[in-house]
C-alpha cells in the first residue's frame, strides 16, 4: 500500500514556466488537500477537494489551480511560478467516516504525502 | 473564523526531561482535534486523535493529550522525552459537521531534544 505519491520529489523551476505538481492516492478517500509548508507559518492550505469533480479553495489560493477528474489523482498547476512560491508542497487525503448505527459521520484524519520542494528561481 | 494556537514555537529539552505543548482553538462547536508530528526531512504523520469519549487521548510512542473543551485547550504531553522525539509538531482542527471539510493547523512547535 504506497498511500499518497507525490512527484516530483523536488524541482528547480525558472519563473515565469509552468508546473504541474502531481499528486495519486491509492486509498479511494474522497477529500484530497494541497498545502504549501514555510518556515514560521506552517501549514497553509491552497486548494481541496470534498469529492471528484468538485474542487474549492483554501487560504492561499492565488496563483496556483487543481483539478479532481477522478478519485485518485489531484494534481495542482503553477501557470506562471514566481520565487514567493518557493515552497514545500505537500498533498493530503481524508475519508468520511458513516458513524455506526446513527446519522451523519466525520472526517478522518488526514493522510500525507511525502512533499514535493519547489524552488522558483 | 477558526484558528489553533500553538504558544511555543521552539523548545529544547534535555533527554527524560517532560513535555507539554499547548494548543488553543477558537471554534466554540463539536471539534475533531489531532496532533502531527514531523521528523526532519518527512511528511507529517499523525501522533494521536480525539473525535469523542475519553479527553485523555493516548498515542503513538508514549505521547498523550488532554481534550479541556471548557479552556478550548488540547496539549500534548510526553513524560519523559527521547533524543529521537526531536521534530516538528502541529496541532490541527476540524469541524465536526458535514459540509466543512477543512483542516485548521497551528504554526507547528519545534522540538530539540539534547541528548
Known amino acids: 500500500i504506497a498511500g499518497i505519491t507525490q512527484a516530483p520529489t ?15 492516492q491509492d486509498m479511494r ?14 501549514l497553509r492550505l491552497i486548494h481541496y477537494s470534498n ?3 468538485t474542487t474549492g479553495k483554501g487560504e492561499v489560493p492565488d496563483g496556483y489551480s487543481v483539478s479532481r477528474a477522478n478519485t485518485d489523482d489531484f494534481p495542482l498547476t503553477l501557470a506562471s511560478a514566481v520565487p514567493s512560491q518557493t515552497s514545500v508542497y505537500f498533498c493530503a487525503s481524508s475519508d468520511y467516516l458513516p458513524r455506526t448505527g446513527a446519522a451523519g459521520g466525520e472526517w478522518s484524519e488526514q493522510y500525507f504525502g511525502p512533499g514535493t520542494r519547489l524552488t522558483v528561481t | 473564523a477558526q484558528s489553533v494556537s500553538q504558544h511555543n514555537h521552539h523548545v ?9 505543548l499547548g494548543c488553543n482553538y477558537s471554534y466554540g462547536g463539536t471539534v475533531n482535534l489531532f496532533w502531527y508530528v514531523q521528523y526532519p526531512g518527512q511528511h ?35 513524560p519523559s522525552v527521547q533524543w529521537s522525539d526531536t521534530a516538528e509538531y502541529f496541532c490541527a482542527v476540524n469541524e465536526d459537521t458535514s459540509g466543512t471539510y477543512k483542516y485548521i493547523f497551528g504554526t507547528g512547535t519545534r522540538l530539540k531534544v539534547l541528548a
Not at chain 1, 10 to 24: D, E, K, P
Not at chain 1, 34 to 39: I, N, P, S, T, V
Not at chain 2, 62 to 74: L, V, W
Open chain 1, 10 to 24: 523536488s524541482q528547480i523551476l525558472a519563473a515565469g514556466r509552468r508546473m504541474t505538481l502531481r499528486c495519486t
Open chain 1, 29 to 42: 478517500h474522497n477529500a484530497m488537500y494541497w498545502y504549501r509548508q514555510d518556515l514560521g507559518l506552517g
Open chain 1, 51 to 53: 469529492t471528484a469533480g
Open chain 2, 12 to 20: 529544547i529539552l534535555s533527554e527524560a526531561a517532560s513535555l507539554e
Open chain 2, 44 to 78: 507529517l504523520q499523525l501522533l494521536l486523535k480525539y473525535f469523542s469519549g475519553d479527553p485523555l487521548v493516548k498515542g503513538i510512542k508514549g505521547f498523550e493529550a488532554e481534550f479541556i473543551k471548557s479552556k478550548f485547550s488540547f496539549n500534548l504531553r510526553k
